[in-house]
Every structure is written in structure tokens, then in C-alpha cells.
């Protein structure tokens, strides 16, 4: 009996540091996180086989950050029931963090009503990817007790991730979208893995999805403007996406490179320029923009040359000039990739062996066309962490 007015008295401290300052002392092992730690340990004292207070205390642990405690008392919790779900799922979802940071709040029962908020970056210690396959047996476990619990499904999916399993990894994500059609994390990383499985056109609906459900989500819009640029040919739509990005986050380098490069695909380049000139004072530090600014003024002033030589031959001799116009690519040009990274080794030789031809010399739409090929490589390299 006592200890059941102890677990009272533990939720009711919860309760007020909740209602008190919105759940801020909860996080960062601040002393009200203390104070409830303090409780359930006592609660122990009268009922130490009650797997409630246990999984509670681990809770506790995590909000302080001491993941490795943490999962001791949820392990604790699991010896007192093994079906104790919040535990299994939890316990799972912490083991699968090991490596990287905790990226989605941790589910919680009734018994301790934390706010469901992102904690603190959490990290255990090295060596927890051994311990992946028995999240993997207890996110089954769930799947049998609860199968129509989404979050399991996804946390399966990302194990599969970290154990290079891609086709399982697939099959678990698509199964938490079966289950929640806007579940965030799911549908990105089901994307994500899709693109770099070459299969972009596949992932497109599902970034259409993420976007749907929240329009926000800049990750998925980069990702989305590249598929548009690169595998649909739609640039109408990819300058949407970066647009997008940059209403909801002016400052986004990234957004406003890619659209950009909109301008230049299309032709504009004086338009490109000044969105160049804009990116450059945004980011002044980053080299690629600089670069590529550079790279579209040297054109401009080539084919402003042109036009001007074009012009003095016309008014010399009335004829027309048998040059191809610079603005013209060559049949055959390599067809880059577009992105928000850096370019790759194979495609600056490419460009090297142009730039050093063994010839008496390259011709002026040479110059120009390597010009446009040192613009135009692929600028890849985003990261997978959730969304």
C-alpha cells in the first residue's frame, strides 16, 4: 500500500514540474529530474519487483542523459515482465541510438507523463551494436503483441539501416507508412534509401507525401527539387520546391544554390549570376559557390565577347559567323547531377583532361563548354539522420 502512495507521490512531482515551467526542468538532469529519481528509488525499498517502477526510473535516467543507466533499469524492467511493452519498445529504441543521437522522443506510459519532446542528445557507449540483435528480437516480440503500432515498425527499419540490410529496411518502412500515411521519419528515410538505391522515380511519391503532410520539411524538398532536376526534367517544379525552402527559411544556403543552378539549366545565366552574387553573401566562406560564381561571369563575358565579335563581322563583311554559339552544348554532353555537396573526383578529371587537351590548343566553344562542365558537376551529399 505504501508503495503505491509513493508512485503517487512520483507522478504528482512529474505532474508539477510539468504544469510549473512546461517540462523544461526535465531535461538536462536538473534537480527536479533528481527529485523524482529520488522517489521512485525509495518506491523500490517497498516493492522491488514492480516492473512499472523500474521502467519509470530508467525513464528518469534518460531524461538526465545517463542513457547507460537508463537502459539498465529498462532491462530491469523487462527481467520483472518480459512483455512489458514500453519497456521492449523503448529499450529497442535506445540500443538502436547507440551510435548516433536519439533523433524522436521516446515513448512513455501513463505512469510518467513526460511531454513528448525530443530529449537531449544521447549517446551510449562504444560497443552497443552488438547489442542490435536483441532490439531486432524485441521490436518482434512487439510485433506480435501490438502489430498495428507504426513506431515499431520504423525502429526495425532502422536497425535494418545500420545493419546494411537495405531490403528489409524497405519493407519495415513501407509498413509504418501503410500504418500512418504521414509519419514523418518513415517517409523520408524510405526515400533517402530509395535514391541511393538508383531508384528515384520510386521515391518521388513518397517525398510528394512528406511534403503533403509537412510542407516544411526542407530535407525532403532538397531531396525532391534534385529528383525533379536530375531524373523528371521538371524544372518548373524543382524551382517550387526551392522556393519553398526559402520562404519558410531565407537564410537556407542549400535552397538557394539549387535554385541557382534552376536558372542555369535553363539558360538564364544572368539571372543565375545575381542569384550567385546573393548565395555568395550569404555564405562568403563556402568555396563551391564562389567557384561557380566565378564560373557563370567567365561565361557571360565569353559569350558577351562572342556576340560582340559576331557584330564586328557583320558590319565588316555582312556575314554571318560559321562558330557555333557558346550557348549551344555539344551533341552527347554528359548529362550531372545536381545537388547540395561537392563534386566528385571522376568528373574534375573529365574536366582536367578537357582544360589540358594535347591538341595545338582548345577552341573558344571548347573553353566555354569546359567552363560549363565545371558548373555543372554533380553536387551531391546530404545525410540520413530522421527527419
Known amino acids: 500500500m505504501e508503495a503505491v502512495v509513493v508512485v503517487v507521490v512520483a507522478v ?11 517540462g523544461k526542468g526535465c531535461r538536462g538532469g536538473g534537480w527536479r529530474t533528481k527529485e523524482a529519481q529520488e522517489v521512485y528509488e525509495r518506491a523500490l525499498f517497498y516493492d ?3 516492473p512499472d517502477i523500474y521502467y519509470n526510473l530508467g525513464v528518469v535516467l534518460l531524461e538526465q542523459g545517463r542513457a547507460q543507466q537508463a537502459l539498465a533499469y529498462l532491462d530491469k524492467a523487462l527481467e520483472m515482465d518480459p512483455d512489458h511493452q514500453q519497456a521492449l519498445l523503448n529499450s529497442a529504441v535506445l540500443i538502436q541510438a547507440s551510435n548516433s543521437t536519439l533523433s524522436h522522443p521516446l515513448t512513455h506510459t501513463p505512469f510518467l507523463p513526460f511531454p513528448h519532446a525530443s530529449p537531449s542528445p ?11 540483435p536483441l532490439a531486432y528480437q524485441r521490436l518482434l516480440r512487439l510485433v506480435q503483441r501490438d502489430p498495428l503500432n507504426e513506431r515499431i515498425y520504423f ?3 532502422m536497425i535494418a539501416m545500420d ?3 537495405y531490403r528489409n529496411a524497405e519493407k519495415w518502412f513501407r509498413k509504418a507508412i501503410e500504418l500512418k500515411e504521414d509519419f514523418r521519419s518513415a517517409l523520408f528515410n524510405l526515400a533517402l534509401l ?3 538505391d538508383q531508384r528515384p522515380l520510386e521515391a518521388a511519391p513518397f517525398l510528394n507525401q512528406l511534403v503533403k503532410h509537412h510542407p516544411d520539411h526542407v530535407k525532403g ?6 529528383i525533379y532536376i536530375n531524373n523528371i526534367k521538371d524544372l518548373d517544379a524543382a524551382e517550387k520546391c526551392y522556393e519553398r525552402i526559402l520562404a519558410v527559411d531565407p537564410g537556407n544556403v542549400q535552397g538557394l544554390h539549387n535554385l541557382c543552378v534552376v536558372y542555369v539549366e535553363r539558360g538564364e545565366l544572368q539571372a543565375a549570376e545575381t542569384c550567385l552574387s546573393r548565395a555568395h553573401i550569404m555564405a562568403p566562406h563556402e568555396d563551391y559557390i564562389l567557384r561557380h560564381l566565378k564560373i557563370v561571369r567567365t561565361r557571360l563575358a565569353k559569350l558577351s565577347q562572342m556576340q560582340q565579335q559576331q557584330q564586328q563581322q557583320q558590319q565588316q563583311g555582312g556575314g554571318g559567323s560559321d562558330r557555333t554559339p557558346a550557348s549551344v552544348l555539344p551533341d552527347g554532353g554528359d548529362v550531372y547531377k545536381y545537388g547540395v555537396g561537392r563534386p566528385g573526383v571522376s568528373d574534375w578529371r573529365r574536366v582536367h583532361s578537357l582544360m589540358h587537351s594535347t591538341q595545338s590548343g582548345p577552341s573558344v566553344v571548347q573553353q566555354t563548354w569546359t567552363l560549363f562542365l565545371l558548373f555543372l558537376l554533380p553536387v551531391r551529399g546530404w ?4 527527419a
Open 221 to 226: 524538398l532538397i531531396l525532391l527539387g534534385d
Open 122 to 132: 544521447i549517446h551510449l557507449e562504444s560497443g552497443n551494436a552488438e547489442l542490435r
Open 12 to 22: 504528482v512531482v512529474v505532474l508539477v514540474v510539468v504544469l510549473v515551467d512546461g
Open 383 to 386: 545525410c540520413l539522420p530522421p
Open 48 to 50: 522491488s519487483t514492480n
Open 194 to 196: 530509395l535514391t541511393d
Open 155 to 157: 525502429n526495425l527499419g
Open 163 to 165: 545493419d546494411r540490410d
